[in-house]
Structures are given as structure tokens and as C-alpha cells.
């Protein structure tokens, strides 16, 4: 039998390969327009600063700026005031770099400066990544079994509906509840709390967050004059994490709907094999399993007819003219 799982392999690696040109090619249309823009903005915005102050240099102006830009992307702000000034690896900001780096979210700001720092950070992560990757794991089948499993099992003996069409139901409910949850609320109070985000840039900040993805655009907890910005920070790391749960969650109940383990046996190379596997699991137990009864007696007792009398005949015991 040809095993055409290399095929199907072959096949979904060009499918993503295509889906990734896809994307690029949307992306770069989207977005060279409004970088051009931005890129004749900064161009005119530098010619009007040296128009109006000649007698500054535009290679310390380049150098300044340079110098000010490298500071800036290592957390630092050039602003000459207060909040300009923060601390930005006291210990809340440290617990939210640790909380959205072990999440893998990894907004990139900050981020460690010294030698030293990246080296903890790199065997930290080393070990915590799986660590909370494992507990979120382990929380989120947990919560399975308590909104999905048992409940299914009550309204299904209660109810005269099939499993399977209970399980859509549920879902659909239950994904609902939870993008209403950890979505589309969250997002309205980002909305409210950070100034210059708008909905949609929040609803935005939601989803990359919680999907690990963390580009670093939209930052929670860094605008200056915010209150109460430690607890705020502690608020934003408790959602992560029950977010991520949330998200891990809905993917469990989407496996077990679409049933992705079938789907994914048609593209590994070793599929038949599994499938014999499989089937061999599913067969009945050997009859070593079973109470132990003779041979020759369990096949002598198929023969038997249902008309012959136990005294005309007897099979699996001693007969009695011997005795």
C-alpha cells in the first residue's frame, strides 16, 4: 500500500509557504503607502528645524538624535521632566517583564541592558517558559472538565439531544462567553484607561497579547501622569495569564471538535503504522486475558448439538465406563 502521507506533507508545507507570501504581499501594500507618508513628514520636518536654527550642525543633530533614539529603544525617555525620569526596572515593572517574557509574549520594552541580565534572562527563560507554559496547560484542562465535560454529561442524560450536537452548542456558547470576557471588555476598559488608544487599537492590543504574538506597539502601563501605575501593571499580568488560560482553553475544545489528531495523521510519514496501532488497541483482550477453559473442551462444546442429552454424550469430562 503506497503511504501517501509524504504527499500530503509535501503539500501543506507549500499551502503555508503561499499563505506566508499572501500575507507579506498584503501587508506591503497596505502599509508602503503610509511609510512613504511618514518617511516625507520626517524628511520636511528636518529640513524646517535646520531652516529655522542654521547655526546648528546636521551631523551633532544626527548624532544627538541617533544617541537619544538608542536610549529610547532601551526603555530610557530624553524628555527633560518628571516622568521622563521613571525608574523603569523597579520591582513591578521587573514583575511584568518576567510575567510577559515567560508568557512568551514578549513585548520588547523594556528589556535587559547589561551582560549579565541577559544572561539570567536566557536560563530563567529556560526554565520558566515550559514551567508556565505547563501550568497553563494543566489549568486550562482542568477548566475543561468543568465547563465543558461535566456539563455535557448532565444535559445529555437529561436532555434527548446527541453528544455531538451538544459539544457544538456548548461551544459555541462557551467561546462566546469568553471573547466577551477576555476581549471585548478588556478592550473597552484599555479604551478608557490608556488616552491614546482608540477600540479598535485596543481590541488590537488583546488579541496580539493574548496570542503570544506581543509586537510592542501598544504598551500597557507607559503614558505618563497614569494612577495608581504599579497596581495597574499587577492588573494587566493577572489578565494575561487568565487570558492565556482562556485562549488555551478554547483551543482544547476546537481540537476536540474538528478533531485535529485525525486530521493531522494524514501528514505524518509513520500515519499507517499508527492507524495499525490503533487498531490493535482497539481489539478485544487476548483469550489469556479471559478465565482459563481448555482447548479441546471449549471447541467440543461448539459441536455439541442442542438436541444431544448430556447422557448420550459428554465432552470435557472423564467418561464414566473408565471409572
Known amino acids: ?100 517574557t515567560l508568557t512568551t509574549i514578549g513585548y520588547g520594552h523594556p528589556f535587559p541592558i547589561s551582560l549579565s541580565g541577559k544572561i539570567f534572562c536566557l536560563f530563567y527563560s529556560i526554565i520558566g517558559i515550559p514551567f508556565t507554559l505547563c501550568i497553563l496547560s494543566i489549568a486550562a484542562r482542568n477548566l475543561l472538565f468543568l465547563l465543558r465535560d461535566k456539563p455535557i454529561h448532565v444535559l445529555h442524560l437529561k436532555c434527548n439531544f446527541a453528544r455531538k450536537k451538544l459539544e457544538w452548542i456548548h461551544a459555541g456558547i462557551l467561546v462566546s462567553l469568553l471573547s466577551l470576557l477576555f476581549f471585548f471588555i478588556p478592550a473597552i476598559i484599555f479604551n478608557i484607561v490608556e488616552d491614546n488608544w482608540g477600540y479598535i487599537d485596543a481590541l488590537y492590543f488583546c488579541f496580539i497579547s493574548l496570542s503570544t504574538i506581543g509586537l510592542g506597539d501598544y504598551v500597557p502601563g507607559e503614558q505618563s501622569g497614569q494612577s495608581m501605575p504599579a497596581l495597574y501593571k499587577i492588573l494587566v499580568i493577572c489578565y494575561l495569564l487568565f487570558g492565556m488560560i482562556a485562549v488555551f482553553l478554547v483551543v482544547e475544545i476546537l481540537k476536540s471538535l474538528l478533531n485535529c489528531n485525525q486530521f493531522s495523521n494524514l501528514f505524518f510519514f509513520g500515519c499507517d503504522n499508527s492507524r495499525r496501532a490503533e487498531e490493535i488497541d482497539r481489539v478485544p483482550p487476548y483469550d489469556s486475558e479471559l478465565p482459563f477453559v481448555p482447548k479441546h473442551e471449549e471447541t467440543t462444546r461448539r459441536r455439541v448439538p442442542h438436541s444431544v442429552s448430556p447422557t448420550d454424550k459428554s465432552y470435557g469430562t472423564i467418561n464414566q465406563t473408565f471409572s
Open 1 to 100: 500500500m503506497v503511504n501517501h502521507c509524504p504527499l500530503f506533507f509535501l503539500l501543506l508545507l507549500l499551502s503555508y509557504v503561499l499563505y506566508l507570501v499572501i500575507g507579506a504581499f498584503i501587508f506591503s501594500l497596505l502599509e508602503q503607502p503610509y511609510e512613504k507618508q511618514l518617511r516625507e513628514n520626517v524628511e520636511d520636518l528636518w529640513n524646517k528645524f535646520l531652516e529655522k536654527h542654521p547655526c546648528l550642525s546636521e551631523e551633532l543633530l544626527d548624532d544627538f538624535l541617533r544617541k537619544a533614539l538608542l536610549a529610547k529603544s532601551f526603555g530610557v525617555s530624553v524628555l527633560r521632566n518628571v516622568s521622563g525620569f521613571e525608574v523603569k526596572w523597579d520591582f513591578v515593572s521587573s514583575l511584568f517583564f518576567t510575567g510577559t
